[in-house]
C-alpha cells in the first residue's frame, strides 16, 4: 500500500509570507494527526483528525496556525503570516484506528528566513 | 503530560558494534512505537511494541510496560544506523516523543 504522502518535502520562504503543506494518508485511514519538530526540541503533537472532524487541536501553537481535511482525506496545514520560529520539519500520519500503530510521512522541512 | 526520557542522548559507534538504547516513561501507556529519523529527516517507524518483545532483523525492542520502560537493540550496526531514534508512548490520543538518541555509526 502507498504510504502517508506529504508535499512539498521541502519549502523555503521570507518571513510574513504564507504557506501550505499538504498530507495525503494512506487510504482507509480516518486518523490523521499533524506533528513538528521545531530545532532542537523535540517531536511534538498539534491536531488530529478523525476523518473530516477535528478531534483534538490543543497542540496547534496559535492561530496563524490552520488546518483542515475537507472530506476526510487529504489534509492541509496553512501557516499565515508565517514567522521565524515556526522553521522546523512538519509530520503528518495516519492510522486506521486510534490504538493501531502510526504511519508517518517523510515530513515538510519548512524554513522560514 | 507524560514525562519521555531516552538515554543516551549520543552514541558514537564503530560499525559492527551492538548497542541499546533506552526509553523511561512515567506513565501507563496503551501504545509505544521506536522511530529512526534519517539524516534526509524521513521519521521511520521501526517498532510498535507496546508490551513485549519484538525482532526485525538486526533490530529488536522490548517494552516493559508494568516497569515503564522500553529497550531497542541494534545489533551489528552500519553507517546507514546512523540518525536520531525516537520512543514516542501515547497514554491517550496523542503521542509523546523523547528528545531522541542521536546515533552516529563511523565505518
Redesign the interface.
Known sequence: EAGVTQFPSHSVIEKGQTVTLRCDPISGHDNL?W?RRVMG?????LL?FVKESK??E??MPNNRFLAERTGGTYSTLKVQPAELEDSG?Y?CASSQK??????????T?LTVV | GIQVEQSPPDLILQEGANSTLRCNFSDSV??L?W?HQNP??????LF?IPSGTKQNGRLSATTVATERYSLLYISSSQTTDSGVY?C?VRPG????????TSLTVIP
Not at chain 2, 534526509?40 to 517507524?45: D, H, K, P, R, V
Open positions: 494527526y506533528y526540541k523535540e517531536i511534538k503533537f488530529h478531534q483534538d490543543s497542540g520539519v509530520f486510534i490504538n493501531y500503530g502510526y504511519t508517518f510521512g517523510s515530513g522541512r | 496503551n501504545n512505537q522511530f534526509w529527516g524521513q521519521l521511520i517507524n510498535y525516537f514516542a490520543n496523542q503521542f509523546y516523543f523523547g528528545t531522541g
